[in-house]
Nanobody, 123 residues
Framework: QVQLVESGGGSVQAGGSLRLSCAAS????????MGWFRQAPGKEREFVAA????????KYSVSVKARFTISRDNSKNTVYLQMNSLNPEDTAVYYC????????????????WGKGTLVTVSS
């Protein structure tokens, strides 16, 4: 079993930045692909970014590419999401997720989830 805990959410002005962290338990963190998803009220959970188990490959949604950066530190069992140039459309609860096999972009394929952290961007 893997436990994931997000942190770093909060309120920020449009154009500002936030850095989210996801701390994972267990000794097999490096075996999992990791991803970030987000969900706004009344909307479906959507893919944001993903990173392979070795950290070499990354994927981003079109809406965040060039603004967000996903990274991981396997020695610390932590994955990060650096968010720059934030706008009100980025307001959502952000979830960290782990996948045992692969590092897909579909929420239904993820095996473990954190409880989420709220990001609010004001104009």
């Amino acid at each position: 079993q893997v436990q994931l805990v997000e942190s770093g959410g909060g309120s920020v002005q449009a154009g500002g930045s936030l850095r989210l962290s996801c701390a994972a338990s267990g000794r097999t963190f490096s075996s999992y692909g990791m991803g970030w998803f987000r969900q706004a009220p009344g909307k479906e959970r959507e893919f944001v970014a993903a990173i392979s188990r070795n950290g070499i490959f990354t994927k981003y949604s079109v809406s965040v590419k060039a603004r967000f950066t996903i990274s991981r530190d396997n020695s610390k069992n932590t994955v990060y999401l650096q968010m720059n140039s934030l706008n009100p459309e980025d307001t959502a609860v952000y979830y960290c997720a782990a996948e045992v096999e692969g590092w897909g972009t579909a929420a239904d394929d993820m095996d473990y989830w954190g409880k989420g952290t709220l990001v609010t961007v004001s104009s």
